[in-house]
């Protein structure tokens, strides 16, 4: 069990019901151990929690907020081991669907952990991702969609560990050609890109009217690396793109992911943590120009825990988004916090 990162907040409106669609569950424990000490952020942040797997995330969930359910995401986790390698992927989807199950059992609770399942596949293979995208459905009938990640930049220390990703994947035809698999299954997609590349993604939901895809922390706004010092050079451009995305109604997005180092928040691995309070502060300008153009029943908060431990533990980072939310209805509050992320991934409360 990892330890908290800081000292515990009263929790604010402990009652709101909360869907939390974005966490993962890993165990890094021997991979970490084996490597160098970590230079890039994300690295940092990972190592506070090496193991997170269904205990630890049930600490989260239970530490004082009223998560009903949550929604996995995939991270490489638990793949199979044997086999072709497309379908390798595959073995995330089990072993979600195996916290799921213990979840369902009711033994640790009403609260339904990984009630969605979002796993991977390689959609350059065309139409031959089909084949693989069923495995997936097979392996749960909680499976709701992929993720295939597509963050890149010419500046490699932006990403660290994670630039390996090539440029402009959610362009090429092949990738395109799988895509078109996705919604006659009745299958999602998130999109994790960084902020610079948030016109593929548009491109990308303009010729897919028909599939719905989720746009994953905010389009990831960058401080860090070369973008050093320009997050407010880069808010107006950031800006623009959430508004020309949110013109395509099947397009929605998650409030979340700016508690990790790419956003540049001087927040990130500070000591003594910082309040839910300041970090509401700094998130605040991003989230309420989603909400603005999107509507709240198109976004939804999210966790992304455990990258997001970087800079809070779980009770805060939902202080923080309950103290943004303040200014809205109890139904653009229900939206925000449980009803968007029901209505995309299909989770019944």
Known sequence: ???????????????????????HLWDLSAALAAMPPPTHGFSQAVRRAPRYLFDELLADIKSGHNVRATVFIECHSMYRSTGPDEFKPV????????????????????VRACAGIVGTADLRQGARAADVLEAHMAASTRFRGIRQSAPHDPDPDVLGPLARFESGLYRRDDFREGFARLAPLGLSFDAFVLEPQLPDVIDLARAFPETSIVLDHVGVPLGLASYAGRREERLPIWRDNIRELAKSPNVFVKLGGMANVFSGFPSFMSDPPTPSSQLAAQW????????????????????????????????????????????????????LFSGAASNFYRVTL
């Open 1 to 23: 069990m990892r330890e908290a990162t800081g000292p515990r907040e009263v929790i604010l409106e402990p009652e709101l019901p909360i869907v939390d669609p974005h966490h």
């Open 91 to 110: 073995g995330e989807t089990e072993f979600a669907n195996g916290v799921a199950a213990m979840s369902a059992s009711g033994t640790y609770g009403d």
């Open 284 to 335: 605040q300008p991003y989230f309420e120009t989603c909400i603005d153009a999107f509507g709240p029943a198109r976004c939804m908060f999210e966790s992304n825990f455990p990258v997001d431990i970087g800079s809070c533990d779980y009770d805060v980072l939902w202080n923080a988004f309950k103290r943004i939310a303040a200014r809205y209805t109890a139904d653009e509050k229900t939206s």
